[in-house]
């Protein structure tokens, strides 16, 4: 079992900084990607940035320049620094795992954490 813990979110005003984490547990082969996706209630879920075990990391045009993501892959850990916040990035961010377990390498898992909301208003 593999289990994807957030932290992070909360309320920010419009131009604000939040840092979003996610700690990825279990019994892992390999992480790769990582990433954060959001949604906002009654719309689909949307990419946000991903990132590589070798660090490429790929954004929505939507948060390039604003966001930046990272991992520290000793720690099956992916961050992601939100700055310049708008109210359109008010949304519940859920974290993203590609996942190999220890047990069966060969399989290809994907895994979501529970979800942090991010609320931006003044």
């Known amino acids: 079992q593999v289990q994807l813990v957030e932290s992070g979110g909360g309320l920010v005003q419009p131009g604000g900084s939040l840092r979003l984490s996610c700690a990825a547990s279990g019994s892992i082969f390999s992480i790769n990607p990582m990433g954060w996706h959001r949604q906002v209630p009654g719309k689909t879920r949307e990419l946000v940035a991903t990132?590589?075990?070798?660090?490429?990391?790929n954004y929505a045009d939507s948060v390039k320049g604003r966001f930046t993501i990272s991992r520290d892959n000793a720690k099956n850990t992916v961050f992601l620094q939100m700055n310049s916040l708008k109210r359109e990035d008010m949304a519940v961010y859920y974290c993203y795992a590609g996942v190999r377990l220890v047990s069966d390498p060969r399989t290809y898992l994907e895994r979501w954490g529970q979800g942090t909301p991010v609320t931006v208003s003044s």
């Open positions: 990132i590589t075990s070798g660090g490429n990391t």
